[in-house]
């Protein structure tokens, strides 16, 4: 389950993916971190200069791999530096669960930044 946190220890959906977020193993899928539970990846909120944000078919506050290897939805991450946009880079995740690097969003248009 990867998901935004701003503490590194729980999920938040009242955050922005630029805060921060974390991956862990949701062993009973409820979309929180229990005590059992391990946290593989803890990211920290990124400098004011790059936005991070998701955009997907299902909830924007989590994205799970289930052990087939597929994905929860059709998932776009937008990275984007604000001192030069034309670097913006989006991670196109499938169903599938293939993802792919690009410039352009998930349907094939620019990416906005911010």
Known sequence: MLCKS?????????TSWSDGWLIFADT???KKVD????????QQALPDTIFFDYKG???SNYFRYFPNGRG???VTFTLCNNSDEK?????????????????????GRALICG
Do not use: L, P
């Not at 701003?6 to 009242?14: L, P, R, Y």
């Open 6 to 14: 701003i503490d590194g220890k729980q999920c938040f959906t009242d």
């Open 28 to 30: 009973n899928n409820n």
């Open 35 to 42: 005590r059992d539970e391990s946290i593989i990846y803890i």
């Open 57 to 59: 078919s299902g909830s």
């Open 72 to 74: 929860s939805s059709n």
């Open 87 to 107: 670097m913006a880079r989006s991670i196109i995740i499938s169903r599938s669960g293939r993802a792919r690097i690009d410039n352009k969003n998930g349907g």
